[in-house]
T-cell receptor, first 116, second 117 residues
Framework: AQKITQTQPGMFVQEKEAVTLDCTYDTSDPSYGLFWYKQPSSGEMIFLIYQGSYDQQNATEGRYSLNFQKARKSANLVISASQLGDSAMYFCAMRSLSYNTDKLIFGTGTRLQVFP | NAGVMQNPRHLVRRRGQEARLRCSPMKGHSHVYWYRQLPEEGLKFMVY????????ESGMPKERFSAEFPKEGPSILRIQQVVRGDSAAYFCASSPSPGQGSNQPQHFGDGTRLSIL
């Protein structure tokens, strides 16, 4: 069975500093994708970044980067130069690419608070 | 706005009534997914549909819940005889035809907050 674990219920970071949000996963699928979504207090789900299990390089999207360690089954999100607007819930999710189920399995999320 | 459109944004029902939640996918997207988010929890997959077909309903409760995605019109998530435990945010997402090995993200709507009195 697939599972996503986010062990940090809450994190604090000062503006302009970098922060790492942890995500570990469990799957027996040989091919899978890992996603990070942001959910601000207004409630919408915003796609941030994607990492495929066979990608050779870690994904980056602007201030977001994904520290992918396949052997450890971890896919941590790194936010550089934090901004006040980064305060939100962050969800890690996984999708099997081996079978045509296509559903996302989500973790329980990490609430990030950026302070001045 | 070419994003995923969900309505209503908020829905209040009394116990025993029916709730209908609507979702129009992004233009060009033929795959729709429904997720439920209980307070302070992550999203839980409910059902995955293509036009006129249910592909995966492994996350749907066995009773009272149904979903459809007709040839014309939005996808509908229907909850009959609602109970207090159905109070949650219901999110719809869409993606283009994924195929195997797809890295296409699912794009989410803003959700419907369902409150049961």
């Amino acid at each position: 069975a697939q599972k996503i674990t986010q062990t940090q219920p809450g994190m604090f970071v000062q503006e302009k500093e970098a922060v790492t949000l942890d995500c570990t996963y469990d799957t027996s699928d040989p091919s899978y994708g890992l996603f990070w979504y942001k959910q601000p207090s207004s409630g919408e789900m915003i796609f941030l970044i994607y990492q495929g299990s066979y990608d050779q390089q870690n994904a980056t999207e602007g201030r977001y980067s994904l520290n992918f360690q396949k052997a450890r089954k971890s896919a941590n999100l790194v936010i550089s130069a934090s901004q006040l607007g980064d305060s939100a819930m962050y969800f890690c999710a996984m999708r099997s690419l081996s079978y045509n189920t296509d559903k996302l399995i989500f973790g329980t999320g990490t609430r990030l608070q950026v302070f001045p | 706005n070419a994003g995923v459109m969900q309505n209503p944004r908020h829905l209040v029902r009394r116990r025993g009534q029916e709730a209908r939640l609507r979702c129009s996918p992004m233009k060009g997207h033929s795959h729709v997914y429904w997720y439920r988010q209980l307070p302070e929890e992550g999203l839980k997959f409910m059902v995955y549909l293509q036009k006129e077909n249910i592909i995966d309903e492994s996350g749907m409760p066995k009773e009272r819940f149904s979903a459809e995605f007709p040839k014309e019109g939005p996808s509908i998530l229907r909850i009959q005889q609602v109970v207090r435990g159905d109070s949650a945010a219901y999110f719809c997402a869409s993606s283009p035809s994924p195929g195997q090995g797809s890295n296409q993200p699912q794009h989410f709507g803003d959700g419907t907050r369902l409150s049961i009195l």
